[in-house]
């Protein structure tokens, strides 16, 4: 599994850091395997709000117009999530997506590009 290491996540959640995961489910799965196989109770800190996972699958079909991301769309999904995390206390928030890595195949260069910016 290529991206952050699990290590790091659990480091990162035990300072009192948040993380928001915008990944493939199989993505999910795995990284929330690794953090439970590490000893991390993904349970608990997923009741405090402090691990967030959407799904990119869905994230994408919420903010796709006409074949390419619409930007206010993605952030009226995103901004809220951070926003509650803030509100909760969580100075330090932590991303990892793969939407783009989600797209590529689907989309046209255009679309990708455009969720990059």
Not at 44 to 64: I, K, P, W, Y
Request: aromatic share 6%.
């Amino acid at each position: 599994m290529s991206g952050p290491s699990p290590g790091s996540w659990v480091a990162r959640l035990e300072q009192g850091e948040a993380a928001v995961v915008i990944a493939a489910a199989k993505r999910i799965a795995a990284l929330t395997k690794r953090l439970i196989e590490t000893g991390y109770d993904v349970a608990s800190t997923n009741g405090q709000g402090a691990f967030v996972t959407l799904d990119a699958e869905r994230c994408l079909a919420t903010f796709m117009a006409d074949g390419v991301p619409d930007r206010a769309v993605f952030r009226s999904v995103v901004t809220p999530i951070l926003d509650r995390l803030r509100d909760a206390g969580y100075k330090k928030l932590r991303l990892f997506g793969e939407l783009v890595n989600v797209l590529w195949p689907h989309k046209s260069d255009a679309a990708t590009v455009r969720l990059e910016e």
